[in-house]
Every structure is written in C-alpha cells, then in structure tokens.
C-alpha cells in the first residue's frame, strides 16, 4: 500500500515516485536527482489534467509536483488526492505566493519548494517530505484517538444517565451495571453505552 514505509528511519530506496510536470529540463533535474539517490522507481507524468485518477491508478508512495504557475484547481486535487491515499506531496513552483503556499500547505503538500532547483536537493527534499508527513500523520491519529475517546466518553455519560434514571441507581451502581455487561460480552463499555442508547431512542 502506498506510504506503508515511510515512517521507517531509513528512506526505503523502493519507494514508488511519481514527477507531474510538463517541462521536460525540470524532469530531467528531478529524475536525476532521484536515480543519484538511489530511487529507482520513478515515473513520469508530462501533464496535472486529470491528475485524481492517474494517481489514483499508479498508487505512487510520493509525488513531487513541478509546476511554473499552481493553480487553485491542481491543489483542489490535492486535496481530494490526499483525503482519498494520503502520501507525501512536494511541490515546486517558480513563484513565491504566500496565498498559494498556505493553500498548498492546507492541501496536504509536505513540502513548498520555491526557486533554486538543483539535483544534489531532491534527495534532502523527499526526506523532509516523508518527515514531515510523518509528523502530521502521527498528529492527525493523535486528535482522532482523542475525538473517539471524547465521543466514547460522552455515550458512556448519557448512557449512565438513562440507566439511573430507569434503575433509580446511583452512578456509581449504573456504571457498574453497564461494565458487567460489556464484561459478559466482550465488548467496549462504550459499544453498549451507544446500544442503550438506541434503545432509549427506539423507545421513544
């Protein structure tokens, strides 16, 4: 699966690239940089139209995107792209535009390189690209663990209430009817929380 060894501390040499750009000098200079590298599987696309399915087709583990002008519809794919297989995205661009830049960063791109391409940077470009992925990565599974356990925490509160109210037990009683449960059936306190609570609305 696309991405599933970039959190490794040594760059895996048979990581899948894709280059998207249309000037054939720029590409040159990225798939030089990359084959000096040691990334053998690179793949080149001449064109961004209909970006979304191409990448969608070749799973690369990164793409690295080379564009004279970005324009909002390429980072609108972007966005799609990254919500759909999320992968480290470096972009280059000849313009420095802070607008775009923010753009590109809410995106999903892990990297914004602006001006100065050179073969010897790939290299140091594609690892910042991975690490910085990685780190949002680790950040977006963090917020999503604590979203779950907040929306867990809630059904379990609101569950408990409904068990008092029904039982005319206090909370300590309820919660503790409610974890035997889950006990005898080996399931999360949480999971029969939320089926008291359907319940509770069925019986409305």
């Not at 449960?181 to 319940?199: C, F, H, P, Q, Y």
Request: charged share 30%; net charge negative.
């Amino acid at each position: 699966m696309p991405g599933e060894n970039l959190g490794s501390a040594v760059p895996d040499k048979d990581l899948h690239i894709v280059i998207v750009d249309q000037n054939p000098l720029r590409t040159a200079i990225l798939r030089d940089g990359l084959l000096e590298a040691g990334y053998n599987r690179v793949t080149v696309l001449d064109s961004s139209l209909d970006l979304e399915r191409r990448l969608g087709a070749i799973e690369p583990d990164i793409v690295l995107i080379d564009l004279e002008n970005p324009n909002r519809d390429v980072l609108e794919q972007m966005i799609r792209i990254s919500g759909a297989a999320a992968r480290p995205v470096a972009m280059f661009a000849d313009q420095s535009d802070s607008a775009m830049i923010n753009a590109a960063i809410d995106a999903g791109v892990s990297a914004y390189v602006v001006d100065g391409l050179r073969k010897e940077r790939v290299k140091s470009i594609v690892d910042l690209s991975i690490s910085r992925f990685s780190a949002f990565a680790r950040l977006r599974e963090e917020l999503a663990q604590a979203q779950s356990q907040l929306a867990d925490r809630k059904a379990i509160d609101q569950a408990k209430a409904l068990v008092m109210k029904a039982k005319n037990i206090p909370e300590d009683q309820a919660y503790a009817m409610m974890r035997k449960v889950a006990m005898n059936e080996g399931k999360k306190i949480a999971d029969i929380a939320r089926s008291i609570l359907t319940a509770a609305e069925l019986l409305k």
